[in-house]
């Protein structure tokens, strides 16, 4: 799943995703403030989008240039409040405490044995700030097995959670119906949700 393959993902429609924000952003984020916020393989924007029209400064990430350009042009008029980066935070990770919020909706995070790019994308939280992933159930994913994927390769929010410190406070971590319909053509009924607050200093 690099950036060629999520270019020629993109490319190969006009639009992939509906343009809303994720239920779970929507859901779990209503009662923050707005502050600084990571959108974490943003896509097409949705996410990034709302966030900003909510007051959010968001830098939105993604490998795909063909989404960021769908992202830039659907929110040309928050040029003021969306930085759009092409990055692999995989590889380089965020700047550390930066953000008050880091979002990573159903961001495919490959499992390392040390853990760098998920420690970075941790690092990121500011003191007080929230971390909030959300994934699909496992039990969803069945056609990913057919084609070869492991999905035992990926972080799962629950593997996540189990994986903080002593720094944090987990707010939320379960399974859940979606609020939403998923992506044409895919069975995905329910949600694993992570949500943790770090600790202000």
Known sequence: MDARYWDERYGSRDQLFSGAPNGVLVAETADLPPGRALDVGCGEGGDAIWLARRGWRVTAVDLSQVALRRAAAAGADLADRVTWTRSDLAAAPPPKHAFDLVSAQYFPLPKQPDHAALRGLLDAVAPGGTVLIASHDLADLGHLRDEGVDLADFYQPADIA????????????????RTRPGPEGTRHTRDTVLRARRHDR
């Open 162 to 177: 189990g994986l903080l410190g002593g720094d944090w406070d987990v707010l939320v971590n379960e399974t859940r119906p």
